[in-house]
């Protein structure tokens, strides 16, 4: 069998563009760069062929290998759940452990059997979301956490635990607020030092608090924002994560 040729850089760097240029009209994303690996076995040259700003709005240079990227929800994973597993490796925290010896808050009765486990695995039976930043913003930065969760705690349940799997936000800020009383630490400090620099991420994987210096780096735009009344480009993206400080 006759393999048929791959067509010229030019044709595939005009449909790309034109692919790319549509998606960023409809703000799929902000930017985007893809990795074109030509030839066969023999040849593995390799083209990255980098299109766009990195926000319609944004006037930037051109996405390349250095953009940062707000990773928003894979925090949860890259951040919150290789947290928890550094705490379960040292047997600080277990699986089974429910949320009344995890949280020091008097926890309610129907939530009294949600564990660690639970929470990880979004079958807690909390809600998805819940625009909690809408009330963060007027409270004083020390009374934000204890309102906050006391107020994931005060939610209706959608099912039992551990009945149900709905991906929950609410659950994840729980378990962020069980890392910081576990340890004593900011859970970005506790990522930064258990995970990202034993495995020589931390110029790759890094945290933005509102207030501190932010690194000299080329950032993707994340969207206009109708509530900070902004284009967003190197802070958070979630609400609820930027009324609690980024």
């Known amino acids: 069998m006759v393999e048929k040729a791959p067509p010229p850089l030019s044709q595939l760097e005009e449909r790309l563009s034109s692919l790319f240029n549509q998606a960023i009209q409809k703000d799929v994303f902000s930017g985007a ?9 023999e040849d593995r040259s390799q083209t990255v062929y980098t299109y766009g700003t990195t926000g319609r709005k944004a006037k930037q240079p051109a996405v390349d290998r250095d953009t940062c990227f707000d990773l928003a929800s894979l ?10 597993l550094s705490l379960l490796r040292e047997g600080k925290v277990r699986l089974t452990d429910p949320l009344p010896l995890l949280l ?11 564990t660690l486990e639970h ?22 930065p020390a009374q934000q956490w204890e309102h906050l ?25 729980l378990l962020g607020w069980i890392i910081e009383e576990t ?27 509102q207030g501190e210096v932010k690194p000299e780096r080329r950032y993707a735009a994340t969207e206009e924002c109708p509530w900070r009344r902004k284009l967003l480009v190197g802070e958070v993206h979630d609400d609820n994560a930027h009324a609690l400080g980024g």
Do not use: N
Request: glycine content about 10%; cysteine-free.
């Open 75 to 84: 925090t949860k994973p890259l951040a919150t759940t290789l947290s928890i």
């Open 183 to 209: 340890t004593g630490q900011r859970l970005d400090q506790l990522a930064g030092e258990h995970v990202y620099r034993p495995l020589g991420l931390t110029e790759q994987l890094f945290f933005l608090p």
């Open 149 to 173: 969760v006391a107020w994931i705690l005060a939610e209706p349940l959608l099912a039992p635990p551990g009945t149900q799997t709905v991906y929950s936000d609410l659950g994840f800020l």
């Open 33 to 41: 760069a893809v990795g074109l690996s030509l030839g066969g076995p």
């Open 104 to 114: 020091a808050a008097q926890v309610p009765s129907d939530k009294q059997g949600i």
């Open 119 to 140: 929470l990880l695995s979004h079958s807690s039976g909390l809600p998805a979301h819940r625009p909690y930043y809408q009330q963060l913003v007027h409270l004083e």
